[in-house]
């Protein structure tokens, strides 16, 4: 489904508006807080911009009931947000999807409770890397193929796995289109990328086995080994002058004394973050 100058510029708005989102989350994030006072934070912004949640209501083994799905830990994805309380040195995992005008954004990220371990660490700047590397093949002429390869070999150079049940996705009037782009495939293969496509890429990245399992909520999907899990996610439209990150924030801001620098990096939606994680220099 390939989306017009005007439909971009709506899921531009539509990105930004979840940025802010997941902004205001994360800087809920700390020893203490709940989950629940997590996804709140992403409401009020969606109220605050009049604007629609992707995820609330959205059909499953029951309507999901949050706007966010946040998970913790060994927890990949689709983690209900509720009452418990984070501790220090966990690592959490927000996602949120965001509609204006019938279009959606839909992006994610991964932060630290206090100081985490250092696999931890490792653990976020892998995906975060894989992200970016994925991103900088969304280009005409590019397959998915392409893009999926460079997000498994990042993660699994990095010592990693990448999930196998669980991918990217088209995302524009509806939150799951085609094409789907998993985190792992062959360069040369799948869809060739035109001007207008516009793909979430999420990779959800395992620190031990590949396998998940559902949680007795039906919703959380959480590691079969109990290893801890990461997830980033932009929504990313392929345009004639390269890769357009539709769920970055515009520039100047600055999350100084919040969190390390590669979170500047993901909410400016630029690559230098992953070369800044490769180098060691994140904080």
């Not at 913790?72 to 418990?84: A, K, Q, W």
């Not at 010592?159 to 289109?177: A, K, L």
Request: glycine share 10%; net charge negative.
């Amino acid at each position: 489904m390939l989306k017009s100058q005007r439909e971009l510029e709506i899921m531009r708005r539509a990105g930004q508006i979840n940025a802010l989102a997941l902004l205001a989350a994360a800087s809920v994030v700390a020893p203490g807080a709940t989950t629940a006072e997590v996804d709140a934070a992403a409401a009020d912004v969606l109220r605050q911009h009049a604007a629609e949640a992707a995820f609330l209501g959205y059909p499953g083994a029951y309507p999901y009931p949050a706007v966010t799905t946040i998970s913790v830990n060994d927890e990949l994805v689709h983690g209900i947000p509720s009452d418990r309380r984070l501790r220090e040195g966990d690592i959490v995992s927000i996602d949120c999807g965001t509609v204006v005008e019938g279009f959606v954004g839909d992006s994610a990220l991964t932060v630290p409770v206090g100081e985490v371990s250092d696999e931890a660490e490792r653990l976020m700047d892998a995906t975060l890397t894989a992200l970016f590397a994925g991103i900088e093949l969304m280009r005409p002429g590019q397959r998915t193929g392409d893009v999926s390869a460079a997000i498994q070999q990042t993660v699994e150079a990095a010592g990693f796995n990448v999930v196998r049940e669980y991918t990217g996705h088209g995302v524009g009037r509806n939150m799951h289109e085609d094409p789907q782009v998993p985190n792992y495939g062959q360069p040369g293969t799948g869809l060739q990328l035109r001007s207008g496509v516009t793909v979430a890429l999420e990779p959800m990245v395992l620190a031990g086995a590949a396998e998940t399992k559902v949680l007795k909520d039906q919703w959380t999907v959480a590691s079969l080994d109990g290893r801890l899990t990461a997830h980033f996610e932009h929504t990313v439209a392929v345009t004639d002058e390269g890769p357009r990150v539709l769920t970055a924030l515009d520039e100047p801001f600055t999350l100084d004394g919040l969190m390390p620098v590669r979170y500047n990096q993901y909410f400016a939606g630029r690559r230098e973050s992953a070369i800044s994680s490769m180098q060691g220099d994140t904080r």
